[in-house]
């Protein structure tokens, strides 16, 4: 069965102090893994997808990372409009191509 | 205005009582899928349709049934409601024929069952 562990939970930054959060994942082969990020009441909005291992992709300050076994979401010099719950999944390779999300990173940026 | 429009955003039902929720799309896409979310416990899929005529359960089906009437729309139904069906739901969209679909999603309905 597909997993996906995010951490930590929460996470309260200063403005400007960067962090990153992370993404655990176990799948009988990754398709792709997806982030999201979601504003209170609502619905997910896509970030990024990345494919193989090695693969980084960035957009503001965010900049995703993928390894075999963890992604990392890099905020660098967040804002507070940065405050948001991140949201990790996967998609397996083979089968109904279901996304398997995590619970989340809800992120406040303290100016 | 939004590619993915879900009616209502929000919605009080009594327990026992039928309530639908609609899903209309301007994506041009072919897969929709209705996900439920509840808190500490991520987005769960509910039903997921790759065409007007397959239509599949997901991981928490039971106590729902959908219908997908057109490409662009798909709804989502409690014959009867019960209060642990009380939740954000969300339809989505993806593409079919990449290979590697991003799923995107509505704005969300809140649903309460008192």
């Known amino acids: 069965e597909d997993q996906v562990t995010q951490s930590p939970e929460a996470l309260r930054l200063q403005e400007g102090e960067s962090s990153s959060l992370n993404c655990s994942y176990t799948?009988?082969?990754?398709?792709?893994l997806f982030w999201y990020r979601q504003d209170p009441g609502k619905g997910p909005e896509f970030l990024f997808t990345l494919y193989s291992a090695g693969e980084e992709k960035e957009k503001e300050r965010l900049k995703a990372t993928l390894t075999k076994k963890e992604s990392f979401l890099h905020i660098t010099a967040p804002k507070p409009e940065d405050s948001a719950t991140y949201l990790c999944a996967v998609q397996p390779l083979f089968g109904n191509e279901k996304l398997t999300f995590g619970t989340g990173t809800r992120l406040t940026i303290i100016p | 205005d939004a590619d993915v429009t879900q009616t209502p955003r929000n919605r009080i039902t009594k327990t026992g009582k039928r309530i639908m929720l609609e899903c209309s799309q301007t994506k041009g896409h072919d897969r929709m899928y209705w996900y439920r979310q509840d808190p500490g416990l991520g987005l769960r899929l509910i039903y997921y349709s790759f065409d007007v005529k397959d239509i599949n359960k997901g991981e928490i089906s039971d106590g729902y049934s959908v219908s997908r009437q057109a490409q662009a729309k798909f709804s989502l139904s409690l014959e009867s409601a019960i209060p642990n069906q009380t939740a954000l739901y969300f339809c989505?969209?993806?593409?079919?024929?990449?290979?590697?679909?991003?799923?995107?999603f509505g704005e969300g309905s809140w649903l309460t069952v008192v």
């Open positions: 799948v009988s082969g990754l398709r792709g």
């Open positions: 989505a969209t993806s593409e079919t024929g990449t290979g590697r679909n991003t799923i995107y």
